[in-house]
């Protein structure tokens, strides 16, 4: 089993930035690639980021590409979300997951965290 446990969420205006962290705990972080993924009141949970398990890849959705950047510490059992040029469309509650491989955290991550909460203002 792998804990994973999001916090930075907040309220930001349009144009600011947060950045997102998750804790994980349980089996070998570094086994795992990871991803983010958000849901948005009345929407269904989409993808946002994902890396490698030793960060030499990521991949982003096409909304986030450029202004999200995620990245690892494999020391600390932690993975970050860093968002600039927040938008209200990014409003969500964003999940921490973590899958077996670079490819299958994208589609069935295989543990999730239980959200942290991320709302833009105009």
């Known amino acids: 089993q792998v804990q994973l446990v999001e916090s930075g969420g907040g309220l930001v205006q349009a144009g600011g930035s947060l950045r997102l962290s998750c804790a994980a705990s349980g089996r070998t972080f570094r086994n795992y690639a990871m991803g983010w993924f958000r849901q948005a009141l009345g929407k269904e949970r989409e993808f946002v980021a994902s890396?490698?398990?030793?960060?030499?890849?990521?991949s982003y959705a096409d909304s986030t590409k450029g202004r999200f950047t995620i990245s690892r510490d494999n020391a600390k059992n932690t993975v970050y979300l860093q968002m600039n040029s927040l938008k209200p469309e990014d409003t969500a509650v964003y999940y921490c997951a973590a899958g077996g491989s670079y490819s299958a955290v994208k589609s069935q991550p295989s543990y999730w965290g239980q959200g942290t909460q991320v709302t833009v203002s105009s």
């Open positions: 890396i490698s398990w030793s960060g030499g890849a990521t």
